[in-house]
């Protein structure tokens, strides 16, 4: 059978205004959303990093209003990034540089105000000196020495307080605390002829600066010979109590009053009682409290008026191994 062959064509016609007015709607809606996504991300990340660099601002801010008269602001932190760790660590430098202005200040006030009174006297004898007169000016020269030692005597008091505030003002190292009691004993001796005596020697190895701490007990010491009757004894010791090393001078002296105790410490603090009997200017104890205190310890004072004092070095016990302490009855 023969079937007739015929040809055609199929045509597809697309209008392409109607298909693009039909996506015009979609395009539309992801313009405003990506618009709107950028709009939000924009945002967030402004959010984010203004809270980022919102110490940063802090920090510029605060050190723009530091001036050498007020180090007192501090950087408010918050969190636990970098930069609030850096934060600290500008807080920490602020503190350092408070504590070095504010002992600079409390230097030039003790030098301005306990210096005049040495140099007026200096002076003031000086211009009334008859330099015809060799009596008057070797008895004038004689008082001008002892003026100029006791300056010598202060400054080197209030250098030490000024350096108190140094983070390497006290050196710990292994100290042998027996042999740094016979030291201190011995050296003692050659302040005043007294009847000094050994209470205790502890015989253990304690992380200490030893040339401070010998420093502080030499200066109880001193106390104890100027507050106390030259026939009377005066005892130094050593001993671990509680795991605390305790390092005491023990005298019958004149004694501290209870409401006194806490003066006594400070920066030119006297007792009544002391301030009648010996000179000084008062910075012998607060030195000691200085030293005790870069240790990390405390000065203890068990004091009767009229009966005598014993104080007390109290310093933690960082102890070494080799050597155990001896823990017999301490007095």
């Not at 009174?117 to 008859?130: K, N, Q, S, Y």
């Not at 010979?225 to 005892?235: F, Q």
């Not at 105790?261 to 607060?286: C, E, H, I, Q």
């Amino acid at each position: 059978m023969h079937f007739p062959t015929e040809s055609g064509a199929l045509v597809h016609v697309f209008d392409m205004r109607a298909e693009d007015r039909a996506l015009q709607g979609t395009y539309g809606t992801y313009a405003l959303v990506a618009l709107g996504s950028l709009l939000v991300v924009g945002f967030l990340i402004w959010l984010l990093v203004g809270r980022l660099l919102r110490p940063i601002r802090l920090l510029r801010d605060t050190a723009h209003d530091i001036t050498e008269h007020d180090l007192s602001q501090r950087i408010p932190v918050q969190g636990n990034d970098d930069l609030s760790a850096l934060t600290g660590t500008v807080n920490a430098m602020l503190d350092r540089l408070e504590s070095a202005m504010g002992s600079q200040r409390q230097l030039l006030d003790d030098v301005g105000h306990e210096l005049r009174t040495p140099v007026t006297i200096v002076r003031g004898h000086l211009e009334l000196m008859d330099v015809g007169d060799p009596s008057d000016v070797r008895s004038t020269r004689a008082l001008a020495l002892d003026e100029l030692d006791r300056m010598s005597r202060l400054v080197d008091d209030l250098l030490t307080l000024a350096k108190a505030e140094r983070s390497d003002f006290v050196q710990p190292r292994p100290a042998d605390i027996g042999r740094l009691t016979d030291e201190t004993l011995e050296k003692a001796r050659a302040l005043a002829p007294r009847r000094w005596q050994l209470d205790h020697l502890a015989d253990v190895e304690a992380i200490i600066d030893p040339q401070r701490v010998a420093q502080a007990w030499l200066q109880l010491a001193s106390n104890a010979v100027k507050y106390s009757p030259d026939d009377t004894p005066i005892a130094l010791g050593s001993a671990v109590r509680r795991g605390e090393l305790h390092l005491w001078v023990r005298d019958r002296g004149i004694g501290i009053s209870p409401e006194e105790r806490d003066v006594v410490l400070a920066r030119f603090g006297r007792g009544a009682a002391a301030s009648m009997s010996a000179d000084g200017a008062g910075l012998g104890l607060a030195i000691v409290d200085k030293i005790v205190t870069a240790h990390g310890g405390r000065v203890e004072i068990e004091s009767t008026l009229g009966h005598g004092s014993t104080l007390t070095l109290v310093l933690p016990l960082q102890a070494t191994s080799p050597l155990e302490p001896r823990l017999e009855t301490v007095p």
